[in-house]
C-alpha cells in the first residue's frame, strides 16, 4: 500500500532554529541522522493507519542501543516526547507522531548481530525488516514462522512492540513465542537486558512480556533474540469454497482433529472479488459465499487422502461447494496471494477495521450475534468478512462509501462497532486481537481489559517512564 505523504504545516518543517533539545541530538547523531525536512516528517511521523496528519518535530535515527539510550536521557532533560517508529505498517495508530514529538526510527539499526548454531537462534537489532529475518533462517535451513500481508516492510522491533500475529498463530504462536531474549531502553533511560536467550529461567516476573505488546508505551526495543525453528516440509494448502460459517467451524474442527494445521484462514466472496478484479487473475475454485484456506503438515499419502475425504464428505452433505489442492509451490503462493492481498486490496475503501476475537469454541455463537446486528444495521454499507478465524480471529472490514467524509462514515460505523465491543465483552473476547490499541480503539480497551487491569498498567507506565515520555497517548485511555 502506498502511503500518501500528507503536507506538514509549514512550522514544523520550516528553516526553525534548532531547540537545545534537537541541538543536542544533533551532536549526537550528526547532521544526517537528525531529520527535519518535510518529506521525512511525513514518511516517519504516520503508520497506515488513515486520518491522523503527522507532525513530528524531528526523526532521530540512531545506530546503537546506547544512542537511543542518550536519545531518551536528552528527551527526560528536555521533557521531549519520543515515538519510536519501525516499519510503519500499523493500522491503529501507534507510531503515529501528530503533536510534536521526537520519532526514534530503528531504520538504520537493522544488523544481524550473533548467530547461535546449537541455540538454533539469531540476535538481530530491532530495524531488522521481517523478511529479512526469515531469509537469515532460510539461509540456514531454519524457520521463522511468523508472517503476515506487511511482513516485507514490518520491522522485528515494532512486531515485537505489537506482538504481531499473521497466518500460523495457530501453529506456532504470536511474536511473544519466539522472542528468547529482549534488550529495551526504557523510559527511565535504563537499559534492560531480558532474560538473554535462556530456555529457563524462573527468577520471577518475565520482563520480557511486559514489553512484547506494550507498543512503545514503556521503552523502546533495539535488540532481539529469536529462537528459530528447524526448516518444515514444504505444507499442503488447500482452498474450499464454502456454504457459510458452520461449515467453515466444522472443517476447522475435522482439520485440526486429524492433521498438523498450519493455518487456517477464510474470507467471504466480496473479498475475493475484489482481490480478482485487482490482480486481473480468475478464481481457483467455483465461485460461493465463503472461502477457507487451510495450509497443513504432511506427513505422507494416508494425510492427503484424509483431506480429501473431509473435502468429499462435505461435498455431500451440501456444506463445501468446491475446493483445489495446490499441486505446487507456485500453486501455494497463488492461493495464499489471494487471501494476503485482502488488507491492501480494502485500504481503497479506507475501511473501519475490526480486529476481533474470541475463543474459538464460542465461535459459532458469536458469529451467530454479530450477523444479527450486521443484519439489524445499516444495510447500505458493505461489510467484507476475513482472518484468522482458526484462532478466532476476525477481521470484519466496513467499507466508506465513496461520497460519505470519514466523520460521516465513522457515525455510520459506530453502532455496530459499539455492538461489537459489547459483545466482545459479554463473550471475553478481544477488540484487538492482532493489530494493537495505538490511537484507534483506546476508548474501547475496557471491554477487554478491567479498570483494575487498566490501573495497574499506568502504575507500570510510571514506573518505566516516570516522565511519561513514551509513546504518550498511545494504548492507554486519557
Ligand atoms: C490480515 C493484515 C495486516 C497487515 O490480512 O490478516 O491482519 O497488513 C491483516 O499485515
Ligand atoms: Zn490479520
Not at 94 to 108: I, K
Not at 146 to 175: C, E, H, K, L, P
Request: one cysteine or more.
Amino acid at each position: 500500500m502506498t502511503h500518501e505523504i500528507v503536507s506538514i504545516p509549514a512550522d514544523a518543517a520550516s528553516g526553525m532554529q534548532d531547540s537545545p533539545a534537537l541541538l543536542r541530538l544533533r551532536a549526537l547523531l550528526g547532521e544526517h541522522r537528525l531529520l527535519r525536512d518535510a518529506d521525512s516528517l511525513a514518511r516517519f511521523g504516520a503508520d497506515r493507519s488513515p486520518g491522523w496528519v503527522p507532525r513530528p518535530v524531528a526523526v532521530a535515527l540512531p545506530e546503537t542501543t546506547e544512542e537511543v539510550q542518550e536519545i531518551v536521557r536528552i528527551a527526560r532533560e528536555f521533557r521531549l516526547s519520543l515515538v519510536p517508529s519501525g516499519g510503519r505498517t500499523g493500522l491503529c495508530g501507534g507510531a503515529v507522531a501528530c503533536s510534536g514529538e521526537l520519532v526514534v526510527a530503528l531504520d538504520r539499526m537493522n544488523s544481524l548481530l550473533s548467530v547461535d548454531a546449537v541455540d538454533r537462534s539469531v540476535t538481530v537489532q530491532a530495524g531488522m525488516i521481517t523478511a529479512r529475518l526469515q531469509e537469515i533462517a532460510r539461509e540456514r535451513d531454519w524457520f521463522y514462522p511468523v508472517d503476515f500481508a506487511s511482513s516485507g516492510s514490518s520491522q522485528i522491533g515494532g512486531n515485537i512492540a505489537t506482538n504481531a500475529g499473521g497466518i500460523r498463530v495457530i501453529r506456532y504462536g504470536m511474536t511473544r513465542n519466539q522472542i528468547s531474549g529482549l534488550v529495551v531502553v526504557d523510559g527511565r533511560g535504563e537499559v534492560l537486558r531480558l532474560n538473554h536467550g535462556l530456555a529457563k529461567n524462573n527468577t520471577g516476573p518475565d520482563f520480557r512480556h511486559l514489553f512484547i505488546g506494550s507498543e512503545g508505551i514503556f521503552g523502546i526495543v533495539t535488540e532481539a533474540t529469536v529462537q528459530l525453528l528447524p526448516a518444515p516440509k514444504p505444507p499442503q494448502v488447500m482452498l474450499f469454497g464454502v456454504g457459510g460459517f458452520p461449515a467453515i467451524l466444522r472443517l476447522l474442527s475435522e482439520f485440526s482433529n486429524t492433521l498438523k494445521i498450519n493455518a487456517f484462514e477464510f474470507f467471504s466472496n466480496n473479498a475475493l472479488e475484489k482481490v480478482l478484479a485487482r490482480q486481473g487473475t480468475a478464481s481457483p475454485v467455483q465461485t460461493a459465499p465463503f472461502y477457507a484456506l487451510v495450509e497443513y503438515e504432511s506427513a505422507g499419502e494416508h494425510d492427503e487422502a484424509r483431506a480429501l475425504a473431509i473435502f468429499e464428505e462435505g461435498l455431500e452433505r451440501g456444506e463445501l461447494v468446491d475446493a483445489v489442492l495446490a499441486t505446487s509451490e507456485a500453486q501455494s503462493r497463488a492461493i495464499w496471494r489471494l487471501r494476503e492481498s485482502i488488507s491492501d486490496t480494502l485500504s481503497a475503501w479506507k475501511p473501519w477495521k475490526n480486529d476481533i476475537s474470541v475463543r474459538v469454541g464460542r465461535l459459532d455463537t458469536f458469529i451467530e450475534r454479530v450477523s444479527a446486528l450486521v443484519a439489524a444495521g445499516d444495510s447500505d454499507l458493505e461489510l467484507v468478512w476475513y482472518g484468522h478465524i482458526g484462532d478466532g480471529n476476525i477481521h470484519l472490514n466496513i467499507l466508506k462509501p465513496e461520497e460519505l467524509s470519514a466523520d460521516a462514515f465513522a457515525e455510520r460505523c459506530s453502532p455496530l462497532a459499539k455492538g461489537i465491543a459489547a459483545l466482545l465483552g459479554e463473550f471475553s473476547g478481544s477488540v484487538s486481537a492482532e493489530h494493537g490499541i495505538g490511537l484507534l480503539k483506546r476508548d474501547y480497551l475496557h471491554y477487554t481489559r478491567s479498570n483494575a487491569e487498566i490501573s495497574a498498567l499506568r502504575a507500570m507506565k510510571a514506573i518505566f517512564d516516570p516522565d511519561g515520555i513514551m509513546n504518550p497517548g498511545k494504548l492507554l485511555p486519557d
